[in-house]
C-alpha cells in the first residue's frame, strides 16, 4: 500500500504559485487539492446494490486482518474496476493499475475515484463508508459512471 502524506502549507501564496512550490517538491501528479463537501455531489450514473449484511461481515473480517485493502478507496475503486472487466476472477495483476487511479474527493464517508484507464468502461467510482465512518472504516463502492 502507498504511503499518502498530507502536508499543511499557509496559504499566503496565490494559487498559481502555490501549485508552483508543490509541484516542484512532490511532484503536479501527486496533488490533490481538498474539495468541500458542499462543492461535490455523490451522483452515479449506476448504483450498485449493497448488502449492509454482508459489509458488516466484511468490516468484522478487516478488524480481523483479512482484506486490509478495503480501508483504501483506490484499491476497493481498483478491484472494483478490475473485476468489472473479469467478472469470473482476477488472475495476476490487476488489469486497472493502481497509478491509473485517482483520489478526486474524500472525507469520513464518502470518496470518489477517477479511473483513467484505455480498457475501463468505467470513469468514477463512489465509495461509502457505511459501517464505520473513521479510518477503520470499509470502503464500499456504491455506484459508478461509466466512459459513455
Do not use: C
Amino acid at each position: 500500500m502507498d504511503i499518502i502524506n498530507e502536508y499543511s502549507i499557509p496559504a499566503y501564496l496565490e494559487s498559481n504559485e502555490l501549485t508552483f512550490e508543490l509541484e516542484t517538491v512532490v511532484g503536479y501528479e501527486h496533488i490533490m487539492f481538498p474539495v468541500q463537501a458542499d462543492d461535490y455531489k455523490i451522483n452515479p450514473q449506476v448504483d450498485v446494490k449493497v448488502d449492509l449484511k454482508i459489509e458488516e461481515a466484511t468490516q468484522k473480517s478487516v478488524d480481523e486482518g483479512h482484506s486490509p485493502w478495503r480501508l483504501d478507496p483506490l484499491y476497493t475503486a481498483q478491484v472494483f474496476a478490475s473485476l468489472h472487466l473479469f467478472p469470473e476472477g482476477i488472475v495476476g495483476d490487476y488489469p486497472i493499475e493502481y497509478e491509473n487511479l485517482k483520489l478526486v474527493f474524500s472525507n469520513n464517508e464518502d470518496a470518489v475515484v477517477e479511473v483513467n484507464d484505455i480498457d475501463s468502461p468505467i470513469k468514477m467510482v463512489y465509495l461509502k463508508r457505511l459501517i464505520r465512518q473513521d479510518e477503520t472504516g470499509i470502503w464500499t463502492v456504491v455506484g459508478y459512471d461509466l466512459t459513455k
